[in-house]
């Protein structure tokens, strides 16, 4: 059974700094890409960052692009999204999604086959 369990949302001031995390089961590791949306009310779903998790290689949305960075821990099964110099339209539910490595536009969310729950987080200006 796949499981994505993410972490680490919450309340920041605008200019701060969060870290996200999210804990990945059930996968064959090596075949998966790891991905980052987000979802603000009346909004939907955009894509925010993924990782290749057999070689690493990242791609970011050019509206966070060097703000929020993608990274992977092997040991731990789990993929963070360090996002620093947030900003109020930051605000939203953001979900880890997981899909099998293959040619598609990987900015889809209808591209993922496997979603956590969701983790808030809130940007104060």
């Known amino acids: 059974q796949v499981q994505l369990v993410e972490s680490g949302g919450g309340l920041v001031q605008a200019g701060g700094p969060l870290r996200l995390a999210c804990v990945v089961s059930g996968l064959s590791f090596s075949s998966y890409t790891l991905a980052w949306f987000r979802q603000a009310p009346g909004k939907e779903r955009e894509f925010v960052a993924l990782i290749h998790w057999n070689c690493g290689s990242t791609f970011y949305a050019d509206s966070v692009k060097g703000r929020f960075t993608i990274s992977r821990d092997n040991a731990k099964n789990t993929v963070y999204t360090q996002m620093n110099s947030l900003k109020p339209e930051d605000t939203a539910v953001y979900y880890c999604?997981?899909?099998?490595?293959?040619?598609?536009?990987?900015?889809?969310?209808?591209?993922?086959?496997?979603w956590g729950q969701g983790t808030q987080v809130t940007v104060s200006s």
């Open positions: 999604a997981a899909r099998a490595i293959g040619s598609a536009n990987l900015r889809r969310p209808v591209e993922y086959n496997y």
